[in-house]
């Protein structure tokens, strides 16, 4: 795809560039010979956990999976907090204490099914995520007074990957099965499911007269629970107190659809005003090129707006008078939703 701007300049995107899962895939942008690192699995605690080189990306399964609640977030630098879930992994005195965390450049947020900022992503809500140990050389402070287990992590992650319940169960194709209903006492029960089959043991969640209840384009009352339904939520006081707190759930999948094409449109409406992010991976002055490598923690027909034509552009002017007025700029045009 080539696209040239007001000022001449062509944004090529290299074949190199693909949809896929952050573009673990492009080995060319790999760390020549990745030497063996430490697995979730952890079926070798001695090796050392994968680190980051700048400008590359990481191995494919090199990340370590750590979900817990947001707790605090600076959405302009990408930044947060989360109180870790609870695990056998850790020490009593350091469980439900904070994990400091910022977004790698091409890490990727999903919320209710679509691409996401922080910004979109209430407090308390809880993510799972894909983490890496920040370098022994960053000395960034940290607000966060411990992390899982002393001995093998540090305070601050980079982060791949952060999603809430809704995004990440389905991602997996799976969902809850409404076990049982007791409104009384305001507990719901429900078991994962995949395949029709059941993935682990049954849970029991607490619902809020707060909890909001969507079916088809609408909201419903606490007494549309039913056993036997197929739903999706997110949960909130996960760490401390059980299994959580039912923040939203999903009947059906008209509902579940719509909250994904919101979220989209949103997403949409906030790269169109920011701009497309990416790698600059070469400038020839003379030719007028610029070679970017984008990343894919954006919708991907974001990029065909690319090629369209935006006589009022939404966002700061070019520098100089363009060569072809009707041409391309390599800007998003703004466009009201659908």
């Not at 449109?265 to 790698?279: A, I, T």
Request: net charge negative; hydrophobic share 35%.
């Amino acid at each position: 795809m080539k696209v040239t701007s007001d000022e001449g300049l062509a944004i090529r995107t290299i074949s190199r560039l693909a949809f896929v899962c952050l573009c673990l895939s492009v080995t060319s942008l790999h760390a020549a010979d990745d030497p063996k690192f430490r697995t979730d699995d952890g079926s070798d605690k001695s090796l050392p956990w994968f680190q980051l080189v700048d400008g590359k990306f990481p191995s494919p399964n090199s990340a370590r999976a750590i979900s817990g609640e947001l707790i605090q977030v600076d959405h302009l630098e990408r930044r947060f907090q989360i109180r870790v879930d609870r695990n056998d992994t850790q020490q009593a005195g350091y469980m439900d204490l904070p994990l400091d965390g910022v977004m790698l450049p091409y890490g990727s947020i999903y919320y209710h099914g679509a691409p996401a900022d922080l910004q979109d992503i209430p407090l308390g809500t809880h993510l799972h995520g894909l983490f890496y140990t920040k370098a022994a050389d960053d000395k960034a402070g940290s607000n966060a007074r411990h992390l899982l287990n002393a001995a093998s992590f540090v305070i601050r992650r980079s982060g791949l990957r952060l999603e809430d319940d809704f995004s990440y169960y389905t991602q997996q194709k799976q969902s809850w099965q409404i076990d049982s209903i007791n409104l009384a006492e305001r507990k719901l029960t429900a078991t994962l499911q995949q395949n029709g089959a059941a993935v682990g043991k049954a849970k029991t969640f607490d619902l809020q007269a707060s909890t909001r209840v969507r079916k088809g384009s609408g909201l419903e009352k606490l007494d549309s629970l039913a056993p036997g339904q197929i739903v999706q939520f997110n949960i909130t006081w996960a760490t401390l107190y059980g299994a959580g707190r039912i923040l939203e759930i999903w009947l059906d999948e008209p509902s579940r659809e719509l909250a994904t094409a919101q979220q989209l449109e949103r997403h949409r409406d906030q790269v169109r005003d920011r701009g497309l992010p990416g790698w600059i991976d070469e400038v020839d002055d003379d030719a007028q090129i610029v070679t970017i490598t984008f990343f894919d923690n954006v919708d991907p027909k974001l990029f065909d707006e690319l090629k369209g034509i935006n006589e009022e552009p939404h966002g700061w002017p070019f520098s100089k008078r363009e060569d072809d007025p009707k041409a391309p700029k390599g800007a998003l045009p703004w466009r009201e939703s659908a």
